[in-house]
Structure formats: C-alpha cells, structure tokens
C-alpha cells in the first residue's frame, strides 16, 4: 500500500468511552488531503483562475479557450499514460516525441495515397499505420533493452534520433500538406457535448490504463518489476517478455498521438515533438509516479498533464513566447524530480544497468 492510501497509528479509529467508534470519515478526509493527484488538481484550478484574470478581457476562460485546452491535453495524457507503464516497471522511453513525429509521417502517407477511396477507409488505415509505426519503434526498444542489455535510457535517447531521422527523409524534410480537411473535421477538431473527441479517447485510455494497473496481472507484474527486479526474476516472471511488450504499448499510444496530431492540424510537424517525452515523464512525475518504479498514480497523471497543459497554454495567451514554455517545463521537470525523490529514499536508482 502505497503512503498515500495507508493511515497513521495516530489516524486509526479509537473506541469512545461509550464503545462506539467515531465514524472513520475524518480520516479518510485527512488521507485524501495528503494526495500528492489531490493537490495538483487544487493548482490546475489556481492556475486557470490567475491566467483567467491575466489574459485580455478574461480569454483564458472562454469555451473556445477550454477545446484547446482539451485538444492540447489528449495528446499529452496518452503520452503520458503511456510513460507511466514503463515507469512502474522501472524503465524510461525519451523516444514518445519522435514516435509520435514518424507515426504520424507514415500515417499520413498511407491516407494520402487512399484519399481516393474514401476519407473512412484511408483514416481507419491510416490509424492502423500510425499503431503499427509506433509499436514497431516499441518492439526496437524492447529488443535493445531485453536483448543488447543497453540502459532504456540509452536506448530511448538513440531511437529518439533514428525515428526523427527517418520521419525526415521520409518526407525530405518537408511537412505534409495533403491530408484531407474532411478528416479533420470528423474526427481531428470534432466536439461532442462541446468537449473535443480526442479528449474523450485520451481519457477512455486513461481508465483502461487505471484498470490495467488495479485488476490485472500483466499491471501488477509491472509493477513488481519496477519494485524488485531481481525477485520478480527468481519468481520466475517473464522479465524480457513484459518489458517488451510493455515497449509496445507505450510505442503503440505515440503512434495513436500521432494519428490525433496528423488528424487536428492536417499536416505534419517535421519541427517539433522534440520534448514530448520530458513534458510526458514529468506529467506522471510530479503526479506522483516514482521514476524508481514500483508506484504509478494514474490520478496524479492525469493532474499532471493538466498542469502541464495549462502552463503552456496560459503562457501563450498572456502573451509570453515559447522560449519561456521551455523554461517552464525545465522547472516543473527539476520540481517533480525533487518530489520523487522525498518520496522514494535511497535517491536516484534509474536503471543504468541491466
């Protein structure tokens, strides 16, 4: 149990001098307000309310603001959901931007060359290829993490370079233009109840990720990984099958970022994606996740991107340049470190070796 959930000796119910116990509400009051997912929430709204006040005429807080908001935010939370699987087993993937980037350049040519077809069947395609692009750059992960025994650290840093590389000989340097508008419109920026759809499938991986992690054992493993290694390999766990298929799925959610960032912009994005893994990783950080592994808060995650999110987002509409976004994910990045490690003592044990 984790130290947010559990309670103090001097937490637990006491018998009255009538012998009832009190109810046990003020407790459970006092473990909640010791949530690190609880406190980030309070700071999102605190956030929303000062750029509110500091944007002209109040902007920050229109509809049209809060769509952005959610558009900017699906992306990022299936980052970092994904990010948070290899966390809990104690891994790292630096390469979730460049997936994105490729997925959504290979993606894009398949829809392009079956426009003709129909916008449907080029999308669904398209899709499957975005999936596939990214679960492959997993698969690589995987392999050279399990099998060449290199650092995920490593590892990650090095495909982060070849799938950039790719994506732009790919398309020789140059976005792609030919998506078509249709695709955009049903599905890219298309809002349902007025909340953008994309944030709707965000937020359905999100509970499928918090279920995964609670009721399942491919979840509990991954965590037992990320806990104690080395007894999770003389219980005989499949060490190497999980952490590649782990790779996968985290490969698998760039690959469906990408197809929801080819599908809002209709275009590709050759120039940037470069620190989607970092605001990732310190999203599920400063949640609460360990970058130890052993610990994922799927609540904290979701909090975390939403800061994130509102940072860059409220910065822009004050009128501040991206040079300034960059500063501030920097801090936020040494913030959630910092926290990760008060929570976790023995300081940093990223695993440098396998």
């Given at each position: 149990?984790?130290?947010?959930?559990?309670?103090?000796?001097?937490?637990?119910?006491?018998?009255?001098?009538?012998?009832s116990?009190?109810p046990a509400?003020?407790?459970?009051?006092?473990?909640?307000?010791?949530?690190?997912a609880?406190?980030?929430?309070?700071?999102?709204?605190?956030?929303?309310?000062?750029?509110g006040a500091?944007?002209?005429?109040?902007?920050?807080?229109?509809?049209?603001?809060?769509?952005?908001l959610?558009?900017?935010?699906?992306?990022?939370?299936?980052l970092?959901?994904?990010?948070?699987?290899?966390?809990?087993?104690g891994?790292?993937?630096?390469?979730?931007?460049?997936?994105l980037?490729?997925s959504?350049?290979?993606?894009?040519?398949?829809?392009?060359?079956?426009?003709?077809?129909?916008?449907?069947?080029?999308?669904?395609?398209?899709?499957?290829?975005?999936?596939?692009?990214?679960?492959?750059?997993?698969?690589?992960?995987?392999?050279?993490v399990?099998?060449?025994?290199?650092?995920?650290?490593?590892?990650?840093?090095?495909?982060?370079?070849?799938?950039?590389?790719?994506?732009?000989i790919?398309?020789?340097?140059?976005?792609?233009?030919?998506i078509?508008?249709?695709?955009?419109?049903?599905?890219?920026?298309?809002?349902?109840?007025?909340?953008?759809?994309?944030?709707?499938?965000?937020?359905?991986l999100?509970?499928?990720?918090?279920?995964?992690?609670?009721?399942?054992?491919?979840?509990?493993?991954?965590l037992?990984?990320?806990?104690?290694?080395?007894?999770?390999?003389?219980?005989?766990?499949?060490?190497?099958a999980?952490?590649i298929?782990?790779?996968?799925?985290?490969?698998?959610?760039?690959?469906?970022?990408?197809?929801?960032?080819?599908?809002?912009?209709?275009?590709?994005?050759?120039?940037?994606?470069?620190?989607?893994?970092?605001?990732?990783?310190?999203?599920?950080?400063?949640?609460?996740t360990?970058?130890?592994?052993?610990?994922?808060?799927?609540?904290?995650?979701?909090?975390?991107?939403l800061?994130?999110?509102?940072?860059?987002?409220?910065?822009?509409?004050?009128?501040?340049?991206?040079f300034?976004?960059l500063?501030a994910?920097?801090?936020?990045?040494?913030?959630?470190?910092?926290?990760?490690?008060r929570?976790?003592?023995?300081?940093?044990?990223l695993?440098?070796?396998?």
């Amino acid at each position: 149990m984790s130290s947010a959930d559990s309670t103090t000796a001097a937490e637990q119910p006491t018998t009255s001098s009538s012998g009832s116990a009190p109810p046990a509400l003020p407790a459970r009051l006092r473990a909640l307000g010791s949530t690190t997912a609880l406190w980030i929430f309070v700071v999102d709204i605190l956030l929303v309310l000062l750029f509110g006040a500091l944007s002209e005429n109040g902007s920050f807080l229109t509809a049209s603001s809060f769509r952005v908001l959610g558009l900017d935010a699906a992306e990022a939370l299936i980052l970092a959901v994904g990010i948070s699987l290899l966390l809990g087993a104690g891994e790292i993937d630096l390469s979730l931007g460049a997936g994105l980037l490729l997925s959504s350049v290979f993606g894009g040519k398949v829809i392009i060359a079956l426009a003709g077809s129909g916008t449907a069947v080029a999308a669904i395609i398209g899709l499957f290829a975005c999936l596939g692009t990214g679960a492959a750059i997993g698969l690589v992960n995987g392999l050279v993490v399990t099998k060449l025994r290199v650092t995920s650290l490593i590892a990650t840093l090095a495909t982060m370079g070849i799938a950039t590389g790719i994506a732009n000989i790919a398309t020789s340097g140059t976005d792609l233009s030919d998506i078509p508008a249709s695709l955009q419109d049903d599905f890219g920026i298309r809002n349902l109840i007025g909340i953008p759809l994309p944030a709707f499938i965000a937020l359905a991986l999100w509970l499928v990720t918090w279920i995964l992690f609670r009721s399942t054992r491919f979840g509990l493993r991954l965590l037992a990984l990320g806990s104690n290694r080395g007894a999770a390999e003389r219980s005989g766990l499949k060490v190497d099958a999980h952490l590649i298929a782990a790779f996968m799925l985290v490969g698998a959610m760039a690959g469906l970022a990408g197809f929801i960032d080819l599908t809002r912009f209709a275009t590709t994005n050759l120039a940037g994606h470069q620190n989607d893994g970092l605001a990732a990783i310190t999203a599920a950080v400063i949640g609460g996740t360990s970058l130890y592994g052993g610990r994922v808060s799927l609540g904290g995650v979701l909090a975390g991107t939403l800061l994130a999110v509102i940072l860059q987002d409220g910065l822009v509409v004050i009128g501040l340049s991206a040079f300034y976004q960059l500063i501030a994910v920097g801090v936020v990045l040494i913030a959630a470190v910092n926290l990760d490690q008060r929570r976790t003592p023995g300081g940093l044990r990223l695993r440098l070796r396998r």
